[in-house]
């Protein structure tokens, strides 16, 4: 921001184990004088309600079409969620990626979260700013009760929340909308330069893993429609004659499979076969049957190929029931293996194969009839280390840029947290901005994460 920004003149203790000090002139107020609980549970009227979730995102609304994510098998007892109302999830709160959410929509949610209409002189998005902020600091310990670390009801509607005067809090507000703007900006920016980054090697990988590195080999017909020629001295071979879709799933409650990680789609990065995240079956709360993965082998996501995520696991692992586990032969590297499922012409014909579903999905047998074109493993070598030199100034530039995005991320996050609870004075700065609407869209989305719940569609063999 471009008015340097200072403390106040004075504070006072907040009496709060999670804060120590605020602003003399504000108010320490009990939350049951700013919001009250309100459930209505929707019942058979629930088919007039659009279904939302509280993620890492904030509260989005779910797109019922596609299948994605569980739901609950009765509607009706979901509960009415108004414009302007918070919603939080009071259980489990070390583990959930966000306690908080301020609804823009109407609709409904799950019953386990709790509903609050804001009363009294409390701005909510103010109320939602705070304890977003606590929860992204995860200060909320000395409120957690129980093994599954529950905030109790009634000790949060006790528990005290700064509150500056009514005009005050616009001003914050404010402030925080200008500065969520911004940091948008800059980062949908840095965004822009890396997608373009990744086009530009992905356009070296598509040129090698389709002619090789030499410019003027010949070609000849594949004989397949979707694959077009390949050079000449490459091998045509069906999927399942050169890899080994594997079976067999096990017990992720079970010992030793909860310590092991577990990949499922959501941790891959779309199209570049990056593994984002990694969390433990236990972690996850993975109760239904997975993949044993072994150290090397490809693991492809079976739903909706046109995302195209697919990586090498790089240790003994378990993946999703919605993946396929596969240990390619003698002929095939798996990184080779790996960017071939990764390329436009695998990839349409995987999209063209699952358009027979309601939910786009491969089948283990269309994948094992799939066609494969490929060399030796010493040109697969060879073109592997070619793209890793030529790739090396885009990987670069990438991994420069998502440096620089979380680096922004986190000064966002904690200037938010010095706002909101009266570390800076934002008031004269505040005035000179014009009111912005609020950012709709998500600040730290670029991973792609989807926290609401993992993707459970499908556990056939």
């Known amino acids: 921001m471009a008015t340097p920004l200072k403390p106040y003149p004075a504070y006072k203790p907040a009496g709060v184990p999670w804060l120590q000090q605020v602003p003399e002139h504000w108010d320490m107020l ?23 979730s509280l993620t890492k995102q904030g509260i989005i609304v779910r797109d019922l079409s596609t299948g994605k994510g569980k739901f609950s098998a009765d509607m009706g007892t979901s509960q009415e969620v108004r414009k302007g109302d918070l919603v939080f999830c009071l259980f489990d709160v070390p583990e959930t990626p966000r306690t908080v959410g301020l609804s823009s929509h109407d609709g409904m949610i799950t019953s386990a979260y709790t509903v609050f ?10 109320f939602d700013y705070y304890y977003r902020a606590m929860d992204d600091r995860k200060m909320l ?50 965004r822009t330069l890396i997608a373009r980054l990744q086009e530009q090697k992905q356009a070296i990988i598509q040129r090698a893993v389709t002619r090789g590195l030499d410019p003027n080999v010949k070609l000849k017909p594949s004989g397949v429609e979707w694959l077009g020629e390949v ?21 992720p409650r079970q010992a030793p499979f909860r310590s092991l990680v577990l990949i499922a789609p959501n941790h891959i990065q779309s199209g570049t076969g990056k593994l984002i995240a990694q969390q433990t079956a236990h972690e996850q709360g993975a109760d239904s049957g997975k993949y044993l993965v072994e150290k090397g082998e490809v693991v492809y996501s079976k739903i909706r190929p046109n995302l195209r995520k697919a990586t090498i696991a790089p240790f003994n692992c378990l993946c999703s029931a919605d993946m396929y586990p596969i ?45 494969l074109w490929f060399p030796d493993t010493v040109e697969q070598q060879e073109i592997l280390d070619s ?25 966002h996050t904690r200037l938010i947290a010095d706002v909101v609870t009266g570390a800076v004075d934002v008031r004269e700065a505040a ?14 989305d670029e991973l792609e994460l989807e926290t609401e719940v993992e993707e459970e569609l499908d556990t056939s063999e």
């Open 141 to 190: 310990g000395p409120l957690y009760s129980g093994l599954r670390n529950t905030i109790p009801l009634d000790r949060l509607l006790v528990a005290k929340t700064p509150l500056p005067p009514p005009d005050e809090q616009h001003l914050i507000v404010r402030y925080l909308h200008t500065l969520d703007a911004k940091v948008k900006r800059y980062i949908r920016t840095k």
């Open 327 to 371: 240990s390619p032969s003698a002929l095939l590297l798996p990184e080779y293996l790996l960017l071939i499922i990764l390329s436009p012409q695998f990839t349409k014909f995987a999209v063209d194969t699952s358009m027979r579903a309601a939910m786009p999905k491969i089948n283990r047998e269309d994948l094992a009839n799939c066609w």
């Open 30 to 52: 009990p939350n049951r004088g700013l919001v009250r609980k309100r459930k209505v549970l929707v019942g058979k009227r629930h088919k007039e309600y659009q279904l939302l």
């Open 231 to 251: 050079p000449e001295h490459w091998l045509l071979r069906r999927f399942k004659f050169v890899a080994q879709i594997r079976s067999g799933q096990v017990d």
């Open 431 to 444: 005035k000179t901005m014009e009111n912005v609407a609020p950012v709709e869209e998500a600040l730290a």
């Open 387 to 411: 793209i890793e030199r030529e790739g090396r100034p885009y990987d670069a530039g990438v991994a420069n840029s998502e440096r620089e995005i979380q680096l922004m991320l986190e000064y």
């Open 117 to 126: 209409e804001t009363i009294g002189s409390g701005s909510a998005e103010y």
